[in-house]
């Protein structure tokens, strides 16, 4: 409470004297001014200047490397170097078991480890042909949508630090140290999390999770409407996001971008709705869409996204069924430790699946999932062994990144800050 | 199976290979100097609309008989229809396919990686580079089932070469044309560019 008074008294652009939200209507800034009106001013010395822009740089979100060439404080070429980060994960799963791949699922895109561990594990069972149970089809919902709010929680934090609101940074952290704490009580980790395995989860949710997922459902609305009241209509930021690095609907579908990045531009692609997995046809929820693909509408649609997930978590917390968490296939699943240790069947089982492995019929399966950054692809391919012959990441963030210098060209070197903040990348995930 | 490979065949004849069905998914094969045309006219025949590109990659098996593969999966987003699209290359031959990127300019950096992973030349491509390597990176093509797991250079080897590179190795040639960053370089940094020695090592020769 205390600090909408202050708000108040200090009359935040945004509001009125009667302290009523004015509202500025979407498209009020000048939008898609060209960028070669901007390059060519004219009576200033053609000396272009080149300027290195980290790896260690906080507003490049990890490690990425930007060689500008500016004329003046115009970006005339980005040039991003990637790479600093490469691990080799996809070569690594070529040497390893499915279910071991998983905890480098992680690692990829760190900001929402368990939704890439769902990922993976769709993709393991589409080609080994496993149904998994109920229970587990609506644990795995509920493992997407909390990365996807821990994700866009960091993405808001950090892109209004970078466009210099500092206070929502706070707040947003702090919503996403409470689902790590779900999280850690779930699976034990708060970041590398490995909570799937092929045909079913690490373990099932312990006591007091619901009650806890239950009362942050309840609570998270209320940060995101002191999130949307500081920032939605507050001049400085629609200031510095209306009108920047746009992109439209047919150069988003030409530069293959996805997720928030597509439908900020007014493709109306969700692969939930549209290619649907885990059940999401069945839940209700909308698919946010953007109008002008600029900075601005692409935090409108991830601002709006964590409103849906929040009720894909209430309806998923009603409907969580009784039952087994994992399929029940002795072959597929590892027995519990007690009779691993006292059984004589379960032993050899534990045995030949620690030993040997699950092997995967010889085919192939592409499995796309409506992760945060995008849509992000697990592609396996088997040749009948235990470990597939090529394990290929759809990297979201990756792909998005590639459209930068495209969006970035023409503007300012701090609009570059933003739109780069806009992309959404993750390091890890960009370059494996 | 997806309707789409028997419309590519009552088109193009003989270049298109066998069609299969892995898990759901329909995988037509389709000749290399065919694919431009095959996957311009997904593109833009209007019952097709194949307009999105999901991924390019590369496969290559355990088996040492079997070609690789470069792997093009293409979207429909209005009807919300997969198709993979591959084109066989013999490992001893040539690596040569055609680049996308005229009709996609997303293809851009997933050629990039292919390349740099695989060592496939994707002809036409724009800025043909390493993506995740370095540029100077001189061990091969780290996803080739010949490369070892941990790279061919000892870790020793791999630290004197970092520690013996070039600074002006960290830009591209392009980068460094800027007219006023070359007005900064040093003179020994000048020479080395005039020679064209960027990126070599101290030690070797």
């Known amino acids: 409470m205390t600090k909408r008074t202050i708000e108040l008294d200090l009359a935040t652009p945004g509001v009125d004297a009667q302290g009523h939200p004015t509202r500025v209507p979407l498209g009020v800034a000048e939008r898609g001014s060209t960028p070669e009106s901007l390059a060519e001013e004219p009576g200033l010395a053609s000396e272009h200047m080149l300027l290195n822009l980290g790896p260690q740089h906080p507003a490049t979100h990890g490690v990425l490397r930007l060689v500008v060439e500016l004329d003046g404080e115009t970006v005339v070429r980005v040039i991003p170097h990637v790479g600093y980060l490469h691990s080799g994960f996809e070569k690594l799963g070529e040497y390893r078991h499915y279910n071991q791949i998983i905890p480098l699922t992680d690692r990829t895109d760190y900001l929402s480890p368990m939704a890439n561990n769902v990922g993976f594990a769709l993709a393991a069972e589409k ?36 466009i210099g609101a500092f206070t929502p940074f706070l707040w947003t952290f702090q919503e996403r140290e409470r689902i790590y704490n779900l999280q850690e009580l779930w699976t034990g980790a708060r970041l590398t999390t490995s909570v799937t395995r092929v045909g079913g989860m690490m373990a099932d949710i312990p006591d007091g999770f619901i009650e806890g ?11 995101l409407d002191e999130v949307d009241r500081v920032l939605t209509r507050n001049s400085v930021w629609v200031g510095r996001t209306q009108g920047v690095g746009p992109l439209t609907a047919a150069e988003a579908i030409n530069h293959s971008l996805s997720g928030p990045m597509l439908r900020a531009s ?29 900075v601005y509408d692409r935090y409108l649609v991830r601002f709006e996204e964590c409103r849906q997930s929040n009720r894909i978590l209430e309806q998923a917390i009603e409907r969580l069924p009784d039952g087994p968490v994992n399929v029940d296939n002795p072959r597929l ?40 950054k995008g849509e992000l692809g697990n ?54 | 199976m997806n309707p789409s490979v028997d419309a590519l065949r009552a088109t193009f004849g003989s270049a298109i290979g066998r069609a299969l069905e892995s898990c759901g998914d329909t995988i037509v094969y389709v000749r290399r100097d065919a694919l431009l ?105 780290p996803l080739r089932k010949d490369f070892p797991l941990r790279g061919r250079f000892s870790r020793a080897e791999q630290v004197r070469q970092a520690l013996a590179a070039n600074p002006e190795a960290h830009y591209s040639m392009e980068e460094l044309s800027i007219a006023e960053a070359y007005g900064e370089l040093s003179p020994e940094m000048k020479e080395r560019l005039r020679r064209g020695e960027r990126g070599k090592l101290a030690g070797s020769e």
Not at chain 1, 385 to 397: C, D, E, L, N, Q
Not at chain 2, 84 to 96: F, G, I, P
């Open chain 1, 213 to 223: 997922l239950r009362h942050f459902t309840r609570t998270f609305p209320k940060t």
């Open chain 2, 37 to 141: 045309q095959v996957l311009a006219w997904l593109r833009d025949t209007p019952d097709q609309r194949y307009d999105y590109l999901v991924d390019i990659t590369a496969v290559e098996y355990r088996d040492r008989e079997r070609p690789l593969e470069v792997v093009y999966s293409v979207r429909s987003l209005e009807r919300r229809v997969d198709l993979r699209v591959k084109v066989e290359l013999d490992a001893e031959a040539d690596l040569v396919v055609d680049s996308v990127v005229p009709l996609w300019r997303g293809a851009d950096w997933l050629e990039r990686e292919t390349f740099d992973m695989f060592g496939i030349t994707f002809r036409g491509h724009p800025d043909l580079r390493r993506i995740l390597m370095w540029e100077t990176y001189a061990e091969g093509y």
């Open chain 1, 333 to 372: 699943i590892l027995p519990p430790k007690s009779r691993a240790m006292n059984d004589m069947e379960a032993m050899i089982y534990h045995f030949k699946q620690v030993m040997e492995g699950v092997k995967a019929p010889v085919g192939e399966a592409y499995v796309g999932i409506e992760n945060p």
């Open chain 1, 127 to 162: 080609l080994m042909g496993i149904e998994i149970t109920p229970r587990c089809t609506v644990l795995r919902v509920i493992a997407c949508e909390m990365s996807r709010i821990i994700s866009h929680m960091v993405w808001l934090g950090t892109t209004s630090i970078d």
């Open chain 1, 379 to 432: 592609y396996l391919v088997s040749d009948g062994t235990a470990k597939p012959v090529r394990w290929r990441i759809r990297p979201p963030s990756f792909i998005n990144l590639s459209a930068l210098p495209k969006m970035a060209e023409g503007h300012l070197l701090s609009d570059l800050i933003a739109i780069n903040a806009s992309v959404d990348i993750v390091m890890g995930e960009v370059d494996r």
């Open chain 1, 266 to 294: 007014g493709v109306p692609y969700d692969v939930r709705k549209d290619n649907p997995y885990l059940g999401y046809e069945t839940y209700d929820f909308d698919v946010v869409v953007g109008e002008h693909g600029d």
